[in-house]
């Protein structure tokens, strides 16, 4: 028996070199599918997720980085990205930065490969957003805040719809009802409530 294990380890090769690699483009946290434009299927959805801080949309086939959002520079660390939502049809999305800010990015109609271009950005809560989702028309984003909050925005106006201070610690989920015609958000809390506000 000792004999055949040596025997088919020697037949193995000693060198190895590497035939690709690709950046790391997760850290943990949130990561989402985002759906295609152009076309039914997945082929051409991306990863979006969370990367120290930051946010990359990666080929979900290759795994090569598309994009980076934010090119952060050294002095520009003080804000940094703590969350997004994926639009639920269209390439965009909305980050939320640790200075309480909504920026909104809708794809370059100018390139061909994936891009986006910073739109609107809103002062949305005075402390962290914890999480946040689009509702399933793509027209209403979610936050959920370290202040107790949570908030509907209309993205594409740039204005609160509606302001729900009922939970007594922070807001640390938050989700839309996926039917369209039943208009609910569901906010969970740090107080171990879950509340349901139509």
């Given at each position: 028996?000792?004999?055949?294990?040596?025997?088919?380890?020697?037949?193995?090769?000693?060198?190895?070199?590497?035939?690709?690699?690709?950046?790391?483009?997760?850290?943990?946290?949130?990561?989402?599918?985002?759906?295609?434009s152009d076309s039914e299927s997945k082929d051409g959805a991306c990863?979006?997720?969370?990367?120290?801080?930051?946010?990359?949309?990666?080929?979900?086939?290759?795994?090569?980085?598309?994009?980076?959002?934010?090119?952060?520079?050294?002095e520009e660390v003080s804000d940094v990205v703590v969350s997004f939502?994926?639009?639920?049809?269209?390439?965009?999305?909305?980050?939320?930065?640790?200075?309480?800010?909504?920026?909104?990015?809708?794809?370059?109609?100018?390139k061909e490969v994936k891009s986006l271009l910073m739109g609107r950005?809103?002062?949305?809560?005075?402390?962290?957003?914890?999480?946040?989702?689009?509702?399933?028309?793509?027209?209403?984003?979610?936050?959920?805040?370290?202040?107790?909050?949570?908030?509907?925005?209309?993205?594409?106006?740039?204005?609160?719809?509606?302001?729900?201070?009922?939970?007594?610690?922070?807001?640390?989920?938050?989700?839309?009802?996926?039917?369209?015609?039943?208009?609910?958000?569901?906010?969970?809390?740090?107080?171990?409530?879950?509340?349901?506000?139509?």
């Amino acid at each position: 028996m000792s004999g055949s294990l040596k025997q088919s380890t020697d037949l193995l090769s000693k060198a190895w070199k590497v035939s690709s690699s690709r950046e790391p483009f997760y850290s943990g946290g949130k990561v989402s599918l985002s759906s295609s434009s152009d076309s039914e299927s997945k082929d051409g959805a991306c990863l979006v997720c969370m990367h120290e801080e930051n946010v990359k949309v990666v080929d979900w086939k290759s795994g090569e980085v598309l994009l980076t959002l934010l090119e952060v520079s050294e002095e520009e660390v003080s804000d940094v990205v703590v969350s997004f939502a994926v639009h639920p049809v269209n390439f965009e999305l909305v980050i939320a930065t640790s200075a309480g800010l909504l920026r909104h990015y809708a794809q370059d109609p100018e390139k061909e490969v994936k891009s986006l271009l910073m739109g609107r950005s809103i002062k949305a809560h005075a402390l962290p957003i914890l999480s946040m989702c689009y509702d399933p028309t793509g027209t209403l984003v979610a936050t959920g805040s370290t202040d107790r909050t949570a908030k509907i925005w209309d993205i594409e106006k740039g204005y609160c719809t509606h302001s729900f201070r009922d939970h007594s610690e922070s807001v640390s989920l938050v989700h839309f009802h996926p039917d369209p015609m039943n208009l609910r958000l569901v906010t969970a809390s740090h107080d171990c409530t879950v509340k349901c506000f139509d």
